[in-house]
Structures are given as C-alpha cells and as structure tokens.
C-alpha cells in the first residue's frame, strides 16, 4: 500500500480524471460495474501515466465535475483518523474559536473565525507536534500509522488533519442561542442557569445534526451534489498531504500566494485605505449625495458601489473563483436588478423612502427619527395602548424592498427544487418507506472509496433528532420563552424543508444566501404564530434558522469528509460551553457598555441590539407592519408571488429545450436582487469579473491548469487574507485593547470614508 506522501499529484490527478470518465459512462448505465470499472481504470491510468491525456480530459464541463477532476480519489483505510494529535488540536482550536468568536460577537467589528484559517494553524502546529513527539518507545501510540506503510511517517494525515477542522470549526461560531441568551440576559433581565442556557445551545445544535444525518443519502453522496464551497478546501488538504511537499508546483503555488497576500492586506486594511473603494465619480466630487448613494460603497451602508473596484482581498473573498459559472451568471443578473430596482425604490419615493436614509437596517418614527421600540412593550409584550401613542414604524426603502425580494426568492425556491431535483428527491422519500424494498443508490468515485467503513445507520439519526426535540421542548418550557410546544412543532418541520430545500442549492450549485435571509424569516413566521411576543419571536428564530444552519454546515462537512476519506464524525459540542462561558463573563463585566448605543472602543453590544431589535419589530409590530392595512404588507404576500415566478423559465425550456433556460435560477437572480442594501459593497465588481474570468476563460481556455491549480489558488489567497487580518485585528485595530492607526496621509484620510463620497 502507497504512502500517500509519496504520492506524485499527477497520479492523483490522473486517477480522478479516470474516474471522471468511468462514472459518466456508469450513471449512463444506472449501474457501476466493479469488474469493468477496475479494468477500465488500469487502461485509463497506463495511459495517463505517460501524459498522453488530451486537454479534453481536463475540461470540466458540468460543474460537478470538478470533484472528479479535481480531487484525488486515493484513499489508505489504514490512516488513522482519531489519534492524539486530533483529540488535543480538535479540542484545543475548537475552544480557541469557540472562545475567539464569541468575543468577536461583542466586538465594535464582528469578524467570523475562518475555517481555512484555522486550518493553516492545526497544519503548523501538527507539524510541530511531530517535531516535538518522539516516534519510538511508548510514544508511537501518540502518532499511531499503518504498519503495512513501506515508509512510515509519523506526521499528521489527512485524515487527521480534516477531523481537526471538523471539530474546531463547528465550535468556532456564536450560535445562535446565544444571541437570545444574551438578549433576554441584557434588555429582560432574565438570567438563565447555567445548565439550561447549554443545553439550549446543544439541543438546537443537536436537531440540525440529525436533519443532516437524515439527509446525507441524498446531498452528501452522489457526484451531482459536489458542494462547491468545499472544493478549495479539500484541494488544499490533498496537496499539503498527498503531493511532495519539496517538489510539488501545487504546494509551492500555495505558499507562494499566502505569503505575497500576507503582505499586500496589510496595504488596503491598515496603511492604505482608499485601495478598498476606489470610485471615480466620489474622488471627482465628494458633496453630491446621488453620487454617494450610486457609486460610493467602501463604508457600512453608503451606497451600492455602481463602477467603483476594490483592491482588497479581504473584501472580494474566493467565492468568484470557485462558485459554477452559472452561479455567478445568475448572481450577476439579480445585481444588475439591484441598481435598477434600490435606486427606482428611492428615488420614486416608494414606501415614503426619501423620508428615511438610503440605506439603513433601523426601523424609524414618521419624523424620520429612530423608533423608541421599548417603550412598546408591557411586561414584555405589545402594548396596543402605547403604539397607539408612539405612531406607526417604517423601514428604510431599500431595507423593505431587500425583505420583499428576499421572500420573493424563498418562495421561487419551493418551486425550482421540486421541479428541476424532483427525480433526486422522489427515491429519497421513497427510502424512508418501510415497504418500499427498492435500496436507495448511489454512484459516486468517492463515494464508493467509503463504504470500506461502516456507517451511521439512519435510525440512529431518528434517535438523536428524538432525543434533541426533547433537549429543545424542556428548555423552551423551562425557559419561559412563550413559545407554545406546537409552534416549536410547526417551526421544526419548516425548518427541515427549508434545509432540504437550500441545501439542495448550496451542493449542486453553491448558492449560500440563504443565511442573510433565514431569520427574518422565521420571525416572521413566528410574528404569525406568535403575535406580540418578542422574547418568543427570537425563540422562533433560534428554532428555526439554527437548525437550518446547523444542518447544512454539517452536510457540507460531511461531504468535506467524502473527499478526504474520512469515516462520518459529528462535530464537538465543546463550543456551546464555552461560547456560554464567554457571554456570562463578557456581559458580567461590560453591561453598561453593551446596553448603551455606542458602546466603547472596546465592546459594543450592537448584535444583541440588532437581534433584539428584529425581535420587538417582527414580534411586537408584525401585524401593524405587515399586515393587510400595513405599509409594508407585501412583504409577506411575495412568498406566495415568488411560488409562481419560475415558471417563465420552465415554460420557456419546454418550448426551447436546447436553448439553457434550465441555466437560470429563479431563486438565485431574486436573492441578488436587492443583495446591495447593507454592507460594503465595492468588492461587488471586481467579484463579478474575477468569477468570469476563472470560471469561463480560464476553465475552457487552459483546462489543465483550471483544474491543476484554480483552487489551490482559492485557498491561497483566502488563506493569506484571512490570518493577517485576524493578527491586524489584535495587533492594530484594537481587539486586544489599544487601536493603533496609521499616520493619517491623503491615502488614510480618517475624516473622510475610504471612497472619499459625500458624508451621509
């Protein structure tokens, strides 16, 4: 048996691009012939071993081929996953993340915890542990391996190396529990035990793990749900572990761009700001609010960035280089849409929107100021008597117009999936009935590469969804969260079909929006169910969106682990400890600072306010806002109008067949469709041409080296980006205490924003 460090990449390559052809050739048939396969793979590789593969072979045309052609196939069963190097870097980085992200959430400038950055880390300091760790005597069952390896090694493998992540990074986010925990903590005064709070957070983790256990057959097996956002990724771990680290153009490729990004962030985020909007028309005036409002983009909410271009990484990310064409085709569609349909909002003044700023995400009185929300309540509940004083509540135009899109798109979701997967979906449920006998199959390279190990069985999924409804009916009851037991039911199944729904997107497609927009859902699902409750709203949120959540970010490890040959592992619960730990300790110690609106230099308790502030609009001023006398009662009404709005696209592609209406994707060109109305958006356009320039001339120009290389060069660069800007946030921005800026000069002017556009 190969050692896979001794493995040439080309071989890899050249295994999966054998595969690639075999398993085209047996979907076709319905069927993988092991005995042909096996023969057809030696005939393949003889003749790929000596370069003789067209161009042909590399080209990916389906965009779930780039797991084929990409990835290696190669797999030693003997690797060990679980060793002592995974259980102390998995627990030590996991709590690391846990711990860092929960104080980024208090943080004036709320960063995530990157997984790739965290793989950087696990990768150095597995190495050092290697360094460190004798081979011989008692401490070979430290680093165990495979006797039958002709060359033992004992640094970290592959296998190794993903369990580490898998563990650490589902730890390394504030759940969302923990943004009701701290809400109720902070404007009810309602503290809850420590006992409760956990298992609060683990009771919702819980139920999205056993919606994805349930799901896996369908979206983690088969070939077509490759599940773009992974791919970078597994690339990365195959080259680190698989190529020759000394003479590998892939390895070398990839710390060659870390470094030269290393560097150059350092450039637009702290000494040269302006590189990260760089606007002509706001550089050539900067007092017309017009030109603010279309061009300018480099500041939080200032404008939709039309014709300005970022120079910062940190801003653009990898997603232009991986995500499918058509993808991006659609994204790009739908912000076209956005320009046309943000500035048509504004300026004809829909929704009273020139009484209110451009762009904002607060709710307003009808004098334009903000809307004294608390004074609402009663006991924290809605008060008919105290709104009847207060006055009606407004959005910001585009605010409203990005939830009537937003529903717009959830509702074409229902009808694209169930049309264009029905055939995926249909043998999927029918496997859950105990009298069907037909066995649900699937034929994926990789895939076969895993049944060598046993897997989970179904029903042990049924068990923990079934033991973790009853974590989450228990601490919803002992919680006092005002949430009935059947609208947590109703909530739960909802959830499950919208994770079966997005999800579907997200691996076949790579579309990911869903988050932006998944709470404002459900809590207005729960504004129904519901009414006038708050503190039950952002229950209904935490029980809707952070199952769906949970679920497809473990269905997207799951596949992590497909590629990497990794037996099926559930991620570390260690996280929802310490992210309580956390919250009790920072809220203890800074209440008055999160409580009041600015807050400090050094904590700021804005997502709280945020979350809170969702909560009293959706639970305490649902009805009055969007209901059928409401300003804003379209809203709601775009679910069901976006249920119908696919259909063009299919009628069109029953006429024309031939002609690529399948191509485009309702859901996808609505979501983008107001997908400029909060952030920083001058990244918008470098993204676009970036994307087409990897994803079309790139991919069908040079093949060999798209498939070689694009995504190493993904994950290069994201890489670079992303651990110099978690040691700038500590080193100069202020994470750790004292901000440090840097002399002010006509680059760095702090009085002006970065595009130099016209002060809001």
Not at 167 to 178: G, L, N
Not at 235 to 262: C, E, P, Y
Not at 442 to 467: C, N, S, T
């Amino acid at each position: 048996m190969a050692d896979p460090a001794n493995i040439v990449p080309t071989l890899d390559e050249k295994q999966s691009l054998s595969d690639a052809s075999l398993e085209k050739r047996a979907s076709d048939a319905g069927a993988v012939d092991d005995a042909r396969m096996a023969k057809e793979v030696e005939e393949f590789e003889d003749r790929l071993q000596h370069d003789e593969a067209p161009d042909e072979e590399y080209l990916v045309q389906e965009a779930y081929e780039v797991a084929i052609k990409v990835l290696s196939n190669h797999d030693d069963p003997e690797l060990p996953a679980v060793t002592f190097r995974t259980i102390i870097l998995g627990l030590g980085f996991g709590a690391f993340g846990a711990v860092l992200a929960q104080i980024y959430y208090f943080k004036p400038q709320t960063l995530n915890v990157s997984a790739l950055f965290l793989l950087v880390l696990s990768y150095w300091f597995g190495n050092a542990m290697h360094m460190i760790i004798p081979s011989g005597g008692i401490f070979r069952y430290l680093t165990p391996v495979p006797s039958t390896l002709p060359s033992p090694t004992h640094a970290p493998s592959v296998k190794e190396h993903v369990s580490i992540i898998i563990m650490s990074s589902t730890a390394a986010t504030s759940a969302t529990a923990i943004q009701v925990i701290s809400v109720q903590d902070l404007y009810y005064d309602n503290q809850l035990n420590a006992g409760l709070a956990i298992f609060t957070l683990i009771g919702s983790q819980l139920i999205g793990y056993g919606f994805a256990g349930l799901l896996q057959d369908m979206l983690v097996r088969p070939t077509k749900c490759f599940w773009p956002g992974k791919i970078s990724t597994a690339n990365l771990f195959q080259a680190l572990h698989f190529d020759n680290q000394m003479t590998s153009k892939r390895v070398r490729l990839f710390w060659t761009v870390f470094v030269v990004m290393f560097v150059w962030e350092i450039i637009p985020q702290w000494i040269f700001p302006l590189l990260t909007g760089i606007s002509i028309f706001c550089l050539a005036n900067n007092t017309n609010p017009i030109f603010r409002n279309v061009f300018g983009g480099a500041s939080n909410n200032e404008g939709m960035g039309f014709l300005s271009w970022c120079l910062d990484w940190n801003l653009i990310g990898s997603d232009c280089l991986f995500n499918p064409l058509w993808l991006q085709i659609n994204q790009n569609i739908g912000i076209c849409l956005t320009y046309i349909l943000m500035a048509g909002v504004y300026y004809g003044n829909v929704w009273r929107s020139k009484d209110f700023p451009f762009m904002s995400q607060a709710i307003f009185a009808e004098d334009g100021t903000q809307y004294n929300q608390t004074a609402l309540l009663t006991n924290g509940k809605f008060d008919a008597d105290k709104y009847a004083t207060l006055g009606p509540a407004f959005f910001s135009g585009t605010n409203a117009l990005y939830y009537v899109t937003s529903n717009l798109s959830l509702g074409a979701t229902f009808t694209h999936v169930f049309f264009w997967h029905w055939q995926d979906i249909k043998p999927f449920l029918r496997s859950f009935n105990p009298w069907n006998k037909e066995e649900y199959v699937v034929h994926d390279p990789h895939w076969e590469k895993m049944k060598v190990y046993k897997q989970i069985p179904r029903w042990w999924y049924f068990v923990l969804l079934a033991g973790a409804f009853a974590i989450a009916q228990a601490t919803n009851y002992e919680g006092h969260s005002g949430l009935p037991w059947w609208a947590l039911i109703v909530l739960l199944i909802i959830s499950f079909i919208m994770s079966l729904l997005f999800a579907t997107l997200d691996a076949t497609i790579g579309f990911r929006e869903f988050n932006s927009s998944a709470n404002g859902f459900y809590q207005m699902i729960t504004s129904y169910l519901v009414p006038g409750d708050p503190i039950a709203n952002l229950y209904g949120a935490l029980y809707g969106q952070h199952p769906q959540g949970q679920c497809i970010a473990m269905l997207g490890d799951l596949k992590l682990g497909q590629y990497c040959k990794l037996a099926p592992i559930l991620g570390t619960v260690v996280g929802a400890i310490l992210n309580w730990v956390m919250m009790v300790t920072i809220i203890d110690a800074n209440r008055e600072a999160l409580l009041s609106i600015a807050g400090t230099r050094l904590w700021s308790g804005q997502n709280a306010q945020s979350f809170n502030t969702n909560g009293i609009s959706w639970g305490g001023l649902g009805p009055q806002m969007f209901g059928i006398n409401g300003v804003y009662h379209m809203v709601p009404i775009s679910l069901a109008i976006g249920v119908f709005l696919p259909l063009p696209f299919i009628a069109a592609w029953y006429i024309w067949p031939k002609s690529g209406f399948e191509n485009f994707s309702t859901p996808i060109i609505l979501q983008y469709s107001c997908y400029l109305s909060v952030g920083i958006n001058t990244s918008v356009n470098p993204a676009m041409a970036i994307g087409l320039f990897s994803q079309w001339w790139v991919r069908t120009r040079y093949p060999r080296w798209f498939t070689k290389y694009n995504y190493i060069v993904a994950a290069a660069l994201d890489g670079g980006t992303q651990v110099i800007s978690f040691i700038l946030n500590f080193a100069v921005f202020g994470a750790s205490g004292t901000a440090h800026s840097f002399p002010e000069w006509w680059g760095n002017d702090l009085s002006l924003s970065a595009d130099r556009c016209a002060p809001a």
